[in-house]
């Protein structure tokens, strides 16, 4: 079974590596590249999604690291059950990604595409390679480089606009230090080899002093924490970088890449740890850095996204804030593994299994926000805030779609952000009877979650309802191609389905965790037994709890009761024999609504603006 799941990964590998190589050499023909990109691409997601779908349901031993021969080079790779998760959403990212270009980078005129052709592959690549290879020296180095230069070159893609490649090097240069940082942890191993998978680092980790052990995990974690946008490593670069990318690309460097620093941080804390030996790893101290800075970098990230009038820039820092909620869940599971009893290694499994399931809710609906924001740059040529408003007459598709990311998002039941948000807050404050700070940084991200709701009223309502775009719009604006919704809406309708049954991704992520050999996490859940923890309908079961649901999603409930309340609304409101009229905004009677004293995006929530200035990210005027 391993050998043919290590020779599809090198088929799908090679068939992107030809897609770098082909593609760029019909870029003179805008559409046929398009379509070729997209063909390869699928044709190694097609591969890739097979070996997700082989392990992830499939029978039979999984987990075994193989060395692979590149030319002379031999690396170790790994597939198990969490590696291919992460292949899944990747690969499914990607072809979203690849189709939306077809139609979408046609409109850079003034800029040749063979570069984005070579690049984009190449970035799917590395992405792969990131989660597949079993080494931080060598296969990691390999992986990191592809992915890390062939985003680099997307992102400056528009390179005659000002300031885009000072913002692209300044993400290179750091995303180089974030390599050298968890490359530099590696050597604070005694006796490790250049190479060496990471089960053998664990083994050597066993006998390494306490200061070595600091410096190899707090090496790597920084190494993560920076490629995974984590406060303060995530405002050096991300804003920057993420806004200025064309829109498909924003969307898998925000849906996607960034999770390869997630990746990383739970596959080193829960899978690297050291064995042998009377040195071991304090999860419960590392555990309270890890749930620290998620808690941190939730509410500082959501703050700033909050006064953002630029639309890309506003989901950018809005992805800090989102990677906020599954550190805190990747930290509270790591301390409540180690610092707490059995019952709080049942919260510390339901943490985990919540933050691994909003690593797929947040690639799936902010990659749709970050289609929907490339939509409306393509149908109106800004993504100014300020100039916007009043598209949904003219965009109503791309209007559906932006709303049910943006309630997903902010965790709306029954879309898919409350469901693995709740999972996360609900643990951490069933756990605060135990421990203290879990239940206060559950308070912190409960009150995040509106602070997101408020945050996405802005995007929604100054970008598809109020008024704007009429004056300060200076084209024909329409509805974009069937080939830049059609992805929209499919992402769009999965933001309901991962919301509505959430029971089916929780029992997947179980089962993921099962088929994922080696980790103090499988150990957890395997020890609890089937009875342990389990995936229901009313979400994610803790037993013993006097009938507690440490996760109460019941979205398809919640949906009922909201279709029943607003068939009874309208049967009252038709009952009065009510009647709608449509009048203009009344201004006192002095003057009629115009561009002049319409509301804008950077006068909404002001005085809340005003009471965190002190979090930074402040827009100046």
């Known amino acids: 079974m391993n050998i043919d799941l290590y020779n599809s990964l090198l088929t799908a590998l090679a068939i992107l590596l030809v897609s770098a190589v082909v593609v760029p050499l019909l870029s003179g023909k805008r559409k046929l590249a398009g379509w070729m990109n997209f063909i390869l691409v699928s044709a190694a997601a097609v591969v890739l999604l097979n070996i997700c779908a082989t392990v992830l349901f499939g029978s039979g031993s999984v987990g075994e690291s193989q060395l692979v021969r590149i030319g002379p080079v031999g690396i170790y790779f790994l597939i198990d059950g969490f590696s291919a998760f992460f292949i899944g959403i990747i690969s499914f990212m990607g072809v979203v990604s690849a189709f939306y270009s077809i139609r979408y980078m046609e409109h850079y005129t003034d ?21 597949t290879v079993d080494d931080l020296s060598t296969g990691f180095t390999l992986a990191w480089q592809t992915m890390t230069v062939a985003s680099y070159f997307l992102i400056r893609f528009e390179y005659r606009e000002k300031g885009n490649v000072r913002n692209a090097n300044k993400y290179l240069i750091l995303m180089e230090l974030a390599w050298a940082l968890v490359l530099c942890g590696v050597f604070f191993i005694d006796g490790a080899s250049i190479g060496d998978p990471l089960h053998a680092l664990a083994g050597k980790l066993g006998s390494a002093g306490g200061t070595g052990m600091l410096a190899v995990y707090g090496l790597t974690l920084a190494g993560f924490a920076f490629k995974a946008g984590v406060f303060p490593f995530g405002q050096l670069w991300l804003p920057d970088a993420h806004s200025i990318a064309p829109s498909p690309v924003s969307s898998l460097l925000s849906g996607v890449m960034i999770k390869t620093g997630v990746y990383g941080i739970i596959r080193t804390f829960f899978w690297m740890t050291p064995h042998g030996g009377e040195t071991h790893l304090d999860g419960a101290l590392w555990g309270l850095i890890i749930a620290s800075f998620g808690a941190v970098t939730l509410f500082i990230g959501t703050v700033q996204s909050m006064k953002q009038s630029d639309a890309k ?45 909003h690593v797929m809710n947040h690639a799936v609906f902010k990659g749709l926000l970050f289609l929907v924001s490339g939509s409306v740059l393509y149908a109106t040529g800004t993504k100014d805030l300020n100039r916007l408003g009043g ?32 999972t996360i807050i609900s643990s951490s404050l069933l756990a605060g009877s135990e421990v203290l700070f879990l239940a206060m940084f559950g308070i912190i991200a409960l009150f ?113 009761i909201l279709a029943a309340g607003l068939l009874f609304a309208g049967l009252l409101r038709r009952s009065g024999g009510s009647e709608e009229k449509v009048a203009p905004t009344w201004l006192c009677g002095y003057q009629d609504l115009n561009d002049r004293n319409r509301y804008t995006a950077d006068n909404m929530f002001a005085a809340f603006k005003r009471a965190f200035r002190w979090t930074g990210g402040n827009v100046k005027k």
Do not use: N
Not at 323 to 338: E, F, K, P, Q, T
Not at 399 to 409: D, E, N, Q, T, V
């Open 313 to 357: 820039r506003l989901l950018a820092y809005s992805s800090i804030g989102q990677v906020g909620y599954i550190i805190l869940g990747a930290g509270a599971a790591l301390y409540l593994l180690h610092g707490a009893g059995e019952t709080a290694k049942l919260f510390a499994a339901v943490a985990l299994v919540g933050a691994v399931y």
């Open 448 to 560: 995040t979650s509106a602070v997101t709701l408020s945050c996405y009223v802005k995007f929604f309502g100054m970008t598809f309802t109020s008024v704007g775009a009429e004056w300060s719009v200076k084209k024909d604006v329409k509805e974009v191609p069937a080939s830049m919704i059609a992805p929209k809406l499919l992402l769009a309708i999965l933001c309901i389905v991962q919301g509505v049954i959430p029971f089916f991704y929780f029992g997947l992520i179980i089962d993921m965790f099962a088929r994922s050999p080696g980790s103090t996490a499988a150990a957890a859940i395997a020890d609890l037994g089937g009875a342990g923890l389990s995936a229901g309908m009313m979400g994610v079961a803790v037993p013993g709890m006097g009938g507690i649901i440490s996760a109460v999603a019941v979205p398809a409930v919640v949906l009922v």
């Open 111 to 131: 800029y040749r595409l063979w570069s984005y052709y070579l690049c984009f592959p190449l970035f799917l690549l590395g992405m792969i390679g990131i989660v």
């Open 391 to 422: 598209l949904l007459k003219f965009m109503p598709l791309t209007a559906l779609a932006a709303g049910i990311a943006s309630l997903s998002i902010s965790g709306v039941p029954p879309f898919s952000g409350f469901a693995s948000k709740w």
